[in-house]
């Protein structure tokens, strides 16, 4: 049972959203997708955010179908454009409803993949300092807290490794409330995803910061094949 991640999958089966015009990294990005999907049997994938352009569960079934259909377990936490995200148990009633059993959703909960602990939360933008922008970053906080508190609940000794969809930090700029969340349960691996072209691929903070080894998992920056986390 090996761990992958990727993030930004950005599928538009029943939308007209096409991604070339972000370059040309992006042409044919859903056929490189199946094709460098590696995962086998009771493989697991985190899906970091940013998963589909529907704009509500419905609009996005042909993109989770599509999901469904790739080998392995998917997990999959919200974006920033995913917005037909909703509660939680609204989604996995959709998903149950639709057959689309090999999907499953990270927010405010964790995944034990092979002892290894899955965490992780939407995170928000480094850097931004308004005042609704402290309110939403203080709630993905306290959600990553959440998810990690569980993972400690299960087993005192683990070593969550934790999934964002928003980078902890970016060229100068850092998230305080989320690094000091990951600083506290001394998490030392984080996943990201968000950045999209070679200009904010070059200001991504990657390798060992803070004692931390960070790596950007951007569909267009791995070759959108996903990356294998743990053996």
Not at 48 to 76: H, N, Q, V
Not at 200 to 228: Q, Y
């Amino acid at each position: 049972m090996a761990l992958y991640a990727i993030a930004d999958l950005h599928l538009s089966e029943s939308t007209d959203k096409p991604m070339d015009k972000f370059g040309t990294q992006w042409h044919d990005h859903v056929r490189r997708i199946k094709d460098n999907w590696c995962l086998c049997g009771d493989d697991v994938c985190v899906v970091a955010g940013d998963t589909s352009w529907g704009s509500s569960l419905e609009e996005a079934e042909a993109d989770f179908r599509l999901i469904d259909s790739l080998p392995g377990k998917k997990l999959i936490l919200k974006g920033n454009h995913d917005f037909w995200w909703t509660t939680l148990r609204k989604m996995r009633l959709f998903l149950k409803e639709k057959g689309f059993n090999s999907i499953d959703f990270l927010y405010n909960n964790t995944f034990s993949v092979g002892g290894v602990y899955v965490c992780g939360t939407r995170g928000w933008i480094a850097g931004a300092g308004a005042e609704e922008d402290l309110k939403i970053i203080g709630r993905e906080a306290g959600r990553l807290k959440l998810s990690i508190s569980e993972a400690k609940k299960a087993d005192p000794n683990a070593d969550p490794v934790v999934f964002l969809h928003y980078p902890p930090m970016f060229a100068s700029e850092r998230c305080a409330p989320i690094m000091d969340v990951l600083h506290e349960f001394g998490i030392k691996r984080v996943f990201y995803g968000h950045l999209h072209g070679t200009a904010a691929h070059e200001l991504a903070v990657r390798g060992v910061c803070e004692g931390m080894e960070m790596k950007l998992i951007a569909g267009d920056f791995i070759g959108f094949a996903p990356i294998k986390v743990t053996d």
